[in-house]
T-cell receptor, first 109, second 115 residues
Framework: RKEVEQDPGPFNVPEGATVAFNCTYSNSASQSFFWYRQDCRKEPKLLMSVYSSGNEDGRFTAQLNRASQYISLLIRDSKLSDSATYLCVVSSNDYKLSFGAGTTVTVRA | NAGVTQTPKFRILKIGQSMTLQCTQDMNHNYMYWYRQDPGMGLKLIYYSVGAGITDKGEVPNGYNVSRSTTEDFPLRLELAAPSQTSVYFC??????????????FGPGTRLTVL
């Protein structure tokens, strides 16, 4: 079983729509959770950390469900510039990160 | 402040050739990492380093070697290149181990093809 699993998508949504997707993780000892964004043929960049109480950063909302071992990301009022691959990232007690394969989102005009 | 830089951006190797992928960071980060990313797959950790002089294997170390003689530099060496090493290689660095300092900053990547 993969350590981090994501629906690869693609999620094709019109501008202004809301899109949400999850990822699941297998290591119950995981301590830190993140969403990274990766544009086509570019390096990953941190989008946001995910905290136990859930957190919001502008149009982006992240949730963590430890009991079911999943993390979610919701994007409101989608923009064309939100088109990217979103990587779910999980870390155990140390500094090593485990990456999901990514969920591709395409926002169309 | 250039962040993490990698050279070369692209490279084509013949089977059996060797090369070194260069990685440098100017953020004075203790931790550095090498990943490979194959199409449709997540990033896989090859090697990492927690400081100058200290390196350790990641998930997929076979066929690679690293060294960390300075805080800034973390080169990745491929010996006897094989087609299975065709991939995009990313170098990354992070400040430290605490939750607030484990964001990893990535270089732009090296696209390697082995024919």
């Amino acid at each position: 079983r993969k350590e981090v699993e994501q629906d690869p998508g693609p999620f094709n949504v019109p501008e202004g729509a809301t899109v949400a997707f999850n990822c699941t993780y297998s290591n119950s000892a995981s301590q830190s959770f993140f969403w990274y964004r990766q544009d086509c043929r570019k390096e990953p960049k941190l989008l946001m950390s995910v905290y136990s109480s859930g957190n919001e950063d502008g149009r982006f909302t992240a949730q963590l469900n430890r009991a079911s071992q999943y993390i979610s990301l919701l994007i409101r009022d989608s923009k064309l510039s939100d088109s990217a691959t979103y990587l779910c990232v999980v870390s155990s007690n140390d500094y090593k990160l485990s990456f999901g394969a990514g969920t591709t989102v395409t926002v169309r005009a | 402040n250039a962040g993490v830089t990698q050279t070369p951006k692209f490279r084509i190797l013949k089977i059996g050739q060797s090369m070194t992928l260069q990685c440098t960071q100017d953020m004075n980060h203790n931790y550095m990492y090498w990943y490979r990313q194959d199409p449709g797959m997540g990033l896989k950790l090859i090697y990492y380093s927690v400081g100058a002089g200290i390196t350790d294997k990641g998930e997929v170390p076979n066929g690679y070697n690293v060294s960390r003689s300075t805080t800034e530099d973390f080169p990745l060496r491929l010996e006897l290149a094989a087609p299975s090493q065709t991939s995009v290689y990313f170098c990354a660095s992070s400040l430290g181990q605490s939750r607030d300092s484990n964001e990893q900053f990535f270089g732009p990547g090296t696209r390697l093809t082995v024919l």
